[in-house]
């Protein structure tokens, strides 16, 4: 039998030892839905049940027991390895200071905890980490590397797409009840459409449903975060993208109560100045930051997702 991926046996790895598919999907950083395709695949490829649920944990069969020796006493070598080498190579290195500034909302939802990761594997770094999510935001004297939403161009900067998003309607599941539920895009008449912008991403999602656009809104917030807050909390409905809203949407504090996606207005971006784009610092952060923004985001889960009734 060939053997199974070695990502599948760290997924594996990490639920056996924390018993909960949305700890495990913490602490690689993938959805819960994530690890539940990978679990799955696992079990197909090995032709052997891993896990039986006990209540909301999951407990290891007798097979996933025997897996679970093994793939712990591998996975722990791998380890050792890893800070074996790290501490030969870096030990006596002087640290190496890099700035970096990310949009607070993305930078919480995708980036932040990934930056644990950047620095076990690079412990010479020292990271000093801003927030600003727009280009003219940036304080640009202090930063060495920034994640912006935004549209190029930018003269005098380097910069690369690292997320081509869509947006679709996110609301808290209570709007899904009662006289005034969103089952279509005419329903949303009734609700409040939330705003982090001018309208113009409103405007064309509902041009894409062929509805009118419901006018101007009462408030307008400057940040995404408190959007989402107002949204999680039944105050309206807001557009969204599948980075921001992932663990929203996985852990049922938000649903998608539409189906219709669009492109949105503007995408994020790694950007850094020009004059700075081959120091080594940068470079390696970068290097870093496009290989994991390549990697899967992860699937969500569909059933659990009350929205997928309507269109």
Request: proline residues 7%; contains cysteine; neutral net charge.
């Amino acid at each position: 039998m060939a053997l199974p991926p070695l990502h599948a046996l760290r997924v594996f790895e990490s639920v056996a030892r924390l018993g909960n598919v949305s700890a495990a999907a913490a602490e690689l950083h993938v959805t819960p839905g994530a690890i539940s395709q990978q679990i799955r695949a696992l079990q197909v490829t090995l032709g052997v049940d891993l896990f039986q649920k006990r209540g909301r944990q999951l407990a290891l069969t007798p097979s996933g027991s025997q897996l679970q020796r093994s793939v712990a006493s591998a996975m722990e070598a791998i380890h050792t390895g890893v800070r074996q080498l790290s501490a030969h190579k870096y030990g006596g290195a002087p640290k190496r200071a890099l700035t970096i500034s990310i949009p607070q909302v993305h930078g919480v939802a995708w980036l932040a905890t990934r930056l644990f990761t950047f620095m076990a594997e690079s412990p010479n770094f020292q990271l000093k980490v801003l927030t600003s999510s727009h280009f003219h935001g940036v304080d640009w004297r202090r930063t060495d590397v920034a994640i912006i939403y935004g549209m190029p161009p930018w003269p005098g900067f380097w910069w690369r797409l690292l997320h081509g998003i869509h947006m679709t309607p996110v609301c808290s599941p209570q709007l899904l009840r009662g006289p005034n539920a969103i089952r279509q895009p005419s329903d949303l008449a009734f609700h409040r459409l939330l705003h982090e912008d001018d309208g113009s991403q409103w405007r064309r999602w509902q041009a894409e449903a062929g509805i009118p656009y419901a006018g101007e809104s009462d408030v307008h917030f400057d940040d995404f975060g408190i959007v989402l807050q107002a949204a999680r909390d039944g105050f309206g409905v807001a557009l969204s993208d599948e980075v921001v809203s992932a663990r929203d949407l996985d852990e049922g504090r938000l649903v998608q109560p539409l189906r219709l996606i669009v492109p949105a207005l503007h995408n994020y971006y790694c950007i850094c100045p020009d004059v700075k784009r081959e120091t080594a610092e940068v470079s390696s952060f970068i290097d870093w930051l496009i290989e994991e923004a390549a990697s899967p985001l992860g699937p969500r889960d569909e059933t659990k997702n009350p929205a997928n009734q309507s269109s």
